[in-house]
């Protein structure tokens, strides 16, 4: 990859989306991860105007600290890039006590920490529109099209999405040209949605170098047949997602009335 290239085409890319548009500039969600690290550089490179975004939700003390830690060296860079921190610790607690209640709490855990992605997409779009701003979204290839590993309406929500097209590995390629801190580009990927240290390893069951040749292998049009042992399972847990989580991939479906009905 051209790294150096890549990275001039995504703030060019950016910066004439925001004119166009007629906005200030971009706000985003900092999660302590490598994608939203690499974005909000992308961003801040436009010159325009960056708000830094830290809405914890009973997180855990090593993302706080990688977040604002990266923030901080953000702002050492870019005069424009602000931030805001919004506790949303307690607001979510509130609407959990507002709910109905369940006799198996485990049977919410993955509802609630999609609520959790949600009220962090509000708060994005409450600021946005305060402050004449668009909502930078950060999800990369593999999540947005491979598996669909995000929240639909949560970190799926979003106005713009500068590293879209480009693989995990290649956001990795550019964090480390960025110069992003070391901190961030070792620690293992988490979607930061369940208040402990899990990892999207553990929840999906394969590393993103594995699904990344699993995607490649789909675009070829192999099947689950052509691989054995390991291989074969990363495959399989693969298309599993993809299958899934398609209708986060594709426009929401319409009811179409025909003519002779109207």
Known sequence: MQTEKVVDHIVKWLKDYAINAKV???????SGGIDSAVTSTLCAKTGL??????????????QVSRALNH???LQSKYPLVRMTKVNLTPVFDGLVEVLPKVENEESRFMSLANTRARLRMTSLYYFAALEKLLV???GNKVEDFGVGFYTKYGDGGVDLSPIADLLKSEVYEVAKYLGINQEIIV???TDGLWGDDRTDEDQIGASYPELEWAMKMKDEGKTADDFTDREREVFNIFMKFHKSNKHKMIPIPICEIPNNFK
């Open 24 to 30: 200030k500039g971009f706000v985003i969600g900092i």
């Open 49 to 62: 105007e960056v708000l830094c975004l830290e809405m914890p939700i009973h997180q855990s003390e090593n």
């Open 71 to 73: 923030i901080e060296w």
């Open 136 to 138: 930078a979204g950060t």
């Open 187 to 189: 620690a293992p990927p």
